[in-house]
């Protein structure tokens, strides 16, 4: 099959019009979904008129609502499930199997347990102080996530990477770090137990700007990395010998990637809490649409944001007063189930 | 294995149990030498060590003991009926079932007696641990370690959406789940574990009129069937002992994971593979463990850390151990 090719000096990419067609139309409904769900207040406001309102336009009302009070919950939920979907279809190609994703794995629940531990014993109590208050927080569930991409590494690793040893593993690394957050949860004083439930479950309700800054900050920082250094996916599927006789460095290649895949979902973790499914289904819906052999990175980002805020808005409609993450832990859990049913019929086949 | 090793490590385990209990009643926030705890369980004269050993430290010890009967007991039936090594009732997502039907009973229905919602916690374990064995084994071959933690993690999942979905309708809720769910055995009096007795009992005698049929299904379900056992009577029994036990504990503590994980293979190094001595060995086992981690969690760091997360932060590593041995991931 002949390929249209897009070179830049030293650098080239394939371009595969399925794959481009699949992010733009995603990237498009993303635009509708996130302006729906702006739109979504006390004061309701219309599509058309957000967009008007984003592009530059608008009354100062219109402006002062959505700039103020409404844009940092939808742009959150844009930053987390790009994040998400990036860092999803990252560990199902490293694992070379679907059921691997950064809830599953352990990471979510290892930044959580970071997020939650400097917000106890760090003694922030909510109100932001400062920039060094700000960025805390996501520094602290970063390192928590990075520290359980470690663990998860050197423990999963015997003479290679088994996609199922490395899910076992995650499953305890999880139980941990699950334990540490509910214990950290007891012990201090988060009087307020909406916010507690914030880390137990994902929410984008409470979401203002002081904490978009830093994560805008640490994806822009996070995403060109990791697209760059996700050249080696593509021989990695293959296995290790043959990924050795392509010529890529199997270990420290997968090394880098699941390190800069743990980092993105620690950071989206950091941001909202674990919203749980969104790195799991994801990278198989992108994956299913644009017919790849492997997870598409782009294609994932851009739906997994549209997944995020749809289902915010959706848990904004049908269940006023819960999280996002509670319905995508619910929606999400039953497609596991589906999932290993799946793998388990193939890998027998 | 001698009968008479067996015997000698069983002396040797009760002596252990009997100074785990000694230390849980004299050890705590307020040290009391065993002379006073002996007055004060003979001669009560109403003095404040009298209340603190009469109210709260004998309850709990006594409550830490039964739970820890149970939960290694239930671990040793799963481990045995899943012929999976990485079986735990709290991994495996029955805790999480049980844990479910008490929120929605608690938080919806409104009920707030232990003996209330004891019946949901039964209800709640028998629901999952049925759909993780039947979830572990659909395809037909028969449930494998990863098959059936994978399932468990799957339905925990779930479980753990819809109790968040339950609890965050109400502030109050939220304030009493955040504390119940870490699994503790303090704070609670003799009627809770007075209540829980009976249904332990039961499940304990349930477990030790399984095992004969344990041994003989060890050698897989065809062998089994062969040798005229009746499989199906085997592991219905082995349900409901493994719920009775799992449910009552969730509903009396909160979850506890990973105690019924490790215990078994502790208890197995002893007795070797013969059901008859692997679960009561593995109750006691169970016992000891829990009221060590128990006192451990009291002294070292002021009661502030659970006993449930203690267990679950020690037993973790050990799964991980587990799994990285030889030939266990796999499909």
Known sequence: MKRKVFSAGPVAWVIRPRVAGVAIIAAVLLVLVAAVNIGRGSSH?????????????????EQGIIFDLRL????????????????????????????????????????????????????????????????GVPLAGLLG???????????????????????????????????????????????????????????????????????????ALLVPVTLICSRTVGGLQFGDDTARGLGIRVDAARGTLLLLAAALAAVATAAAGPITFVAL????????????????????????????????????????????????????????????VRTRREARA | MTGTKRLSSLAALSVLLLVVCLASVALGARPIPLGAVWEAIVHPLG??????????????????????????????????????????????????????????????????????????????ALVASVVVFVLGAVGGRGATPVTLALAGAAVSALLGGLISAVVLGDERGMETYRFWHVGSIAGRDYAVAGQIAPFLVAGLLLAAVNTPGMNTLALGEDVATALGQRVLRTRILGVCAITLLTGSVVAACGPIAFLGLVVPHLARAITGPDYRWLVPFAALIGAILLLAADVLGRVLT??????????????????????????????
């Open chain 1, 281 to 340: 289904a994801t990278p198989q819906i992108a994956l299913r649409l644009t017919r790849t052999a492997q997870p598409p990175l782009v294609g994932s980002m851009v739906l997994g944001a549209l997944l995020t805020v749809g289902a915010d808005l959706a848990v904004r409609l049908l269940l006023p007063t819960l999280p996002v993450g509670v319905l995508t832990a619910i929606l999400g859990a039953p497609y596991l189930i589906f999932l290993f």
């Open chain 1, 45 to 61: 406001i219309g599509v058309l008129d957000v967009l008007e309102t984003l592009l530059g336009g608008g009354t100062p009302r």
């Open chain 2, 302 to 331: 002021e009661d502030s850390f659970e006993v449930g997360i203690l267990l679950a932060v020690l037993g973790a590593p050990v799964f991980v151990f587990l799994v990285r041995r030889k030939g266990l991931a796999h499909v």
């Open chain 1, 145 to 219: 996530g990075l520290a359980a991409g470690v663990l998860l590494y050197g423990l999963s690793w015997r003479r290679g990477i088994d996609g199922y040893r490395m899910v076992l593993v995650g499953i305890g690394i999880s139980a941990v770090g699950y334990n540490i957050v509910y214990w950290l949860l007891t012990v201090g004083d988060v009087d307020d137990a909406a916010r507690a439930t914030t880390w137990i479950v994902g929410n984008l309700a409470d979401v203002g700007w002081e904490s978009v800054g830093p994560t805008l900050l640490a994806l």
């Open chain 1, 72 to 135: 940092p919950r939808t742009l959150t939920g844009i930053a987390v499930g790009a994040a998400l979907g990036l860092a999803g279809a990252l560990f199902q190609s490293i694992a070379r199997n679907p059921l691997a994703s950064p809830d599953v794995l352990g990471i979510t629940w290892g930044a959580g347990a970071g997020a939650v531990a400097a917000i106890v014993l760090g003694g922030y109590r909510g109100q932001v102080s400062g920039l060094v208050g700000a960025l």
């Open chain 2, 47 to 124: 003095t404040e060590t009298d209340i603190i050993v009469r109210s709260l430290r004998v309850p709990r010890t006594v409550l830490g003991v039964l739970a820890g009967f149970a939960l290694g007991a239930a671990g040793a039936l799963m481990q045995g009926h899943t012929r999976n090594p990485l079986a735990d009732p709290g991994l495996l997502g029955v805790t999480q079932g049980a844990a479910f039907a008490v929120v929605l009973a608690v938080v919806v229905l409104g009920v707030h007696s232990l003996y209330g919602f004891i019946w949901f916690g039964f209800a709640g």
